[in-house]
């Protein structure tokens, strides 16, 4: 099992473009194999190299950050919106 997809809304699964960039996918899982498998639909789906935050329990994580995306739509009023991890 691996967590991905629930940071972004559906409109943005495929091709995911924004006037700033592409948006971060945030992975979570326990088996190697099955992220690399998720890493490769994202490929497919337009997504640049995922970041794999850890083991399956970094879903909670996940979800929170989902709660987030929502609590922003609410707020704007609209869901044209994603998360970007920068690094310095």
Known sequence: MVKAFNTIG???F???SFSEGKPTMLIAGDDEDAKRTVGD???D???PDP??????GGSRELE??????VKI???R????HGFKLLVG
Do not use: Q, T
Not at 51 to 56: K, P, R, S, T
């Open 73 to 75: 739509g609410g707020a």
């Open 41 to 43: 639909v994202l490929a």
């Open 45 to 47: 789906f337009g997504w």
């Open 14 to 16: 495929v091709d995911p």
């Open 51 to 56: 970041v794999d935050i850890g083991g399956i």
């Open 10 to 12: 559906n409109a943005y």
């Open 77 to 80: 009023g609209s869901w044209d």
């Open 64 to 69: 929170a950050i989902c709660i987030a995306w």
